[in-house]
C-alpha cells in the first residue's frame, strides 16, 4: 500500500502533535487513533474539555476516511458530525478512538468512531458520526 500521502499528513498534521495524538491503520477504512489525556486537556480538576475528545473524533473520523481514499490520491475534509458525550474523560485516561467507514461514494464518505478509556475497563466515553468530503489532495496543498 502506497503510504506516501499518509505520511506527508503526519508530518503535517502540528495540531494532533500539539494534543499528543497518534494513529494505526488497521485496514483501509479502520484505524485506531490514540491520546493520553494529560494535565493540559483538563477542563476541571480531573475532567478533560469536551473539545479535547471532540478532537479526538474528528481526526478518527478523518483518518478513517484518508486511510480509505488516499491511493486515490485524495483526502477528505469534515462537513459535519454529530458527536454525544457518554462518560467524562479522566486525567491519565488511554483514550482509543476506533473509527470505520460505514459508506463511501464517489466524493462522500459517512465514518463512525467510539471513544473509550482503555484503563477504565474500556469505558464508553463517545460516540460521533460524521459525513466527510474526498477531493484531490493538490486542493489541499499535498
Known sequence: MENNLI???IAQNHFGKLIGMCFEIKEPGIIHYFLKVKTEHLATPNAAHGGLVSS???AALGVA????????NK??????????FLSPALLNDDLIAEAKVI??????????CEIKSVNRNNQLIAKA???????????AGY
Open 7 to 9: 505520511e506527508k499528513y
Open 56 to 58: 479526538l473524533a474528528d
Open 103 to 112: 459508506q463511501k461514494g464517489k466524493r462522500i464518505l459517512i465514518i463512525e
Open 75 to 84: 483526502v477528505v475534509s469534515t462537513i459535519e458530525y454529530k458527536i454525544n
Open 129 to 139: 458520526i460524521g459525513t466527510f468530503n474526498a477531493y484531490d489532495a493538490s486542493k
Open 65 to 72: 476516511g484518508l486511510s480509505l481514499v488516499h491511493t486515490e
